[in-house]
C-alpha cells in the first residue's frame, strides 16, 4: 500500500557557484530541477553504500550455532594439509 503523499522534509545545501552550475548544467540533461538531481544523485549512493553493506538476518539460535562452529579450532585432514603446503613467502 502507498501513500499518495508521504512526509517531505527539507534540506539546505551550500555549495560553490561553480558546484551549482555543474549539477543545473547535470539536471538539465535529464529533464530535472537540480533538486531532482540531487536528490536522485543522493538516493543512488545510499542504496550503492547500503548494498555494499550485506546483512544476514538470523534467528537467536542460528547466530549461536554459527559462533559455536567460529568457536571450534579446524581439526580435518583438509585443514592438515593446507597448513603443511609450503609458503611461497618461505623460501
Not at 547535470?26 to 550485506?54: H, S
Request: hydrophobic share 40%; aromatic share 6%.
Amino acid at each position: 500500500m502507498s501513500n499518495a503523499n508521504p512526509p517531505m522534509r527539507t534540506v539546505t545545501l551550500k555549495a560553490s557557484d561553480d558546484v551549482w552550475s555543474l549539477i543545473d548544467r547535470a539536471a538539465k540533461v535529464r529533464g530535472q530541477t537540480g533538486a531532482e538531481f540531487i536528490v536522485d544523485a543522493a538516493q543512488r549512493a545510499a542504496e550503492d553504500v547500503l548494498a555494499d553493506c550485506p546483512v544476514a538476518l538470523v534467528s537467536a539460535s542460528s547466530y549461536d550455532h554459527y559462533l559455536q562452529i567460529l568457536d571450534q579450532p579446524p581439526c580435518n585432514d583438509g585443514f592438515r594439509r593446507l597448513v603443511r603446503v609450503e609458503k611461497p613467502w618461505q623460501d
